[in-house]
């Protein structure tokens, strides 16, 4: 499970509002992996989570192309990166590898954290010169 801790707000309120949720619903696929370890709900949750990503990279995109902030193509990137993965982890449940799941969710909890706490925090000085907060 990932607990929110302070140390991951970047100090604007709508974007820790999206991280906070996306922690929620990584902790829901980690306790349907250990309390039940459903494949119907795991693939549901793993699902939800690609929707959550979709929404909450968009967030943060668009803010970048408004705010011009130079590291934008890099950000993209990362974000896309994990899409791309998050997909084709779907699929491998999707096709009854459930063994495979803890290690899915072992990446998910690692990449967010440290996506958090590195590359998002970089476009904090640029969100909150122009008025984020
Ligand atoms: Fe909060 Fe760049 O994802």
Redesign the pocket.
């Known amino acids: 499970m990932i607990e929110w801790d302070d140390k991951f707000s970047v100090g604007i309120s709508r974007?820790d509002d999206e991280?906070k949720q996306f922690i929620d619903i990584i902790n829901k696929a980690i306790a349907i992996k250990e309390h039940h370890d459903n494949p119907e709900e795991l693939k549901e949750v793993l699902h939800s989570i690609t929707m959550y990503a979709i929404t909450?990279?968009a967030t943060?995109e668009n803010y970048m192309i408004e705010f011009n902030y130079p590291e934008y193509q890099y950000?993209k990137e990362?974000?896309h990166d994990f899409s791309r993965k998050v997909i084709e982890y779907c699929e491998r449940v999707a096709d009854g590898d459930t063994q495979f799941a803890n290690k899915i969710l072992e990446y998910l909890k690692q990449w967010l954290v440290n996506?958090?706490q590195v590359?998002?925090r970089k476009y904090i000085d640029c969100f909150k010169r122009n008025g984020l907060k």
């Open positions: 974007i991280h909450h990279f943060e950000h990362e974000h996506h958090i590359t998002d």
